[in-house]
């Protein structure tokens, strides 16, 4: 049997045994989305619940790689495994930071400890943000006990998925507080930890500064967990130990304040009603094309009906 053709259940009991051939075949699916991602959902589902998530965000050229790589490596010195999703909306295919990412986490790719993956949506109904849980819930339901996630936080959607981590890290460098280009907003929400990466520049301090400014403006000054500031340097590792020490906290923190269950049963419901919805948009596709759709559109058109009666008798007896 090849690769290709495998069942998915069969990939998954082989990715389950350790196979990371299949386990790569099974996030592609997944990627792909469609009937198979579906289908491997289903199947992985009943094993997960173990895996903590740990994502790391910020800026383009932040250090977010960099950052992960080191990490990678202060875990695999204390013996522990790790999966890493780097996701790069931007990149279908062969874009020039997943190939950068590829390059810097080499020196992992032979450590039967770690598993790297990049991660670009295509075909997948509701885009990264559907595609990235299932993505983490596969790697969980194969025994993944860490997995970091790096997203670029850019845009609205990857700053939400990087949100949807357990504990969210949010990188940033000297000088941050003058550049226009991060949502600096949606960052500042997210984030249980601060990292200002690149510490071996001038402007730290200042930058520190400002988030301890800007915390306590916010909202998240009041909660339990006042999101702490560290410094790296990602390149020499500095600091490494510490933000994985401050990962840990945030964990043990939230586990025992109940907060981290509250999270997930709030990602589980609003993943399920994104669900729904895209079902509902694309049932709503499929509604508005055909002779029926274009007869109520051409008798909105010439007034014989009105917009809303059109849609009433579009949508009667559609079990939605
Ligand atoms: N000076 C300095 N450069 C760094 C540090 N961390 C990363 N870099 C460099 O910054 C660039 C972007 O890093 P990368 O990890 O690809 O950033 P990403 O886009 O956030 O993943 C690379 O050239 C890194 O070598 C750091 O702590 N200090
Ligand atoms: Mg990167």
Not at 98 to 124: E, K, N, Y
Not at 165 to 187: E, F, I, R
């Amino acid at each position: 049997m090849t690769r290709r053709s495998a069942a998915p259940a069969d990939l998954f009991a082989a990715a389950r045994a350790g196979d990371r051939a299949a386990l790569a075949r099974l996030l592609s699916l997944v990627e792909r989305g469609g009937d198979e991602a579906r289908e491997i959902g289903r199947i992985g589902y009943p094993y997960g619940g173990q895996a903590y998530t740990v994502g790391l965000t910020g800026a383009p050229g932040a250090g977010k790689s960099t950052l992960t790589s080191a990490v990678i490596g202060h875990l695999r010195r204390a013996g522990t495994e790790v999966a890493v999703l780097a996701i790069d909306p931007s990149s279908p295919f062969t874009g020039g930071a997943i190939l950068g990412d590829r390059v810097r986490m080499q020196d992992h790719a032979t450590d039967p400890g770690v598993f790297i993956r990049s991660m670009a949506t295509r075909g997948h109904l509701g885009g990264l943000s559907l595609a990235t849980p299932e993505a983490v819930r596969l790697l969980d339901a194969v025994g993944r006990r860490w997995v970091l996630v790096e997203t670029v936080g850019v845009g609205q959607v990857e700053v939400e998925i990087a949100g949807k981590a357990d504990t969210t890290v949010v990188v940033v460098n000297p000088g941050w507080g003058d550049s226009v280009q991060a949502n600096k907003a949606g960052l500042m929400e997210i984030a249980d930890v601060f990292v200002i990466n690149k510490a071996d520049r001038k402007g730290a301090d200042e930058t520190r500064r400002d988030l301890e400014q800007m915390l306590d403006l916010s909202d998240l000054a009041a909660e339990a967990w006042r999101p702490p500031i560290l410094a790296t340097v990602a390149t020499d590792g500095s600091g490494i130990a510490e933000l994985w020490d401050t990962v840990l906290a945030h964990r043990t923190a939230v586990e025992a304040s109940g907060e981290l269950e509250r999270r997930r049963s709030f990602r589980a419901r609003e993943e399920l009603r994104e669900i729904v919805a895209r079902r509902l948009e694309q049932r709503a596709r499929e509604l508005a094309t055909g002779q029926r759709w274009d007869q109520l559109h051409d008798d909105v058109v010439h007034r014989r009906t009105d917009p809303w009666t059109a849609a009433d008798e579009m949508l009667a007896g559609v079990d939605a």
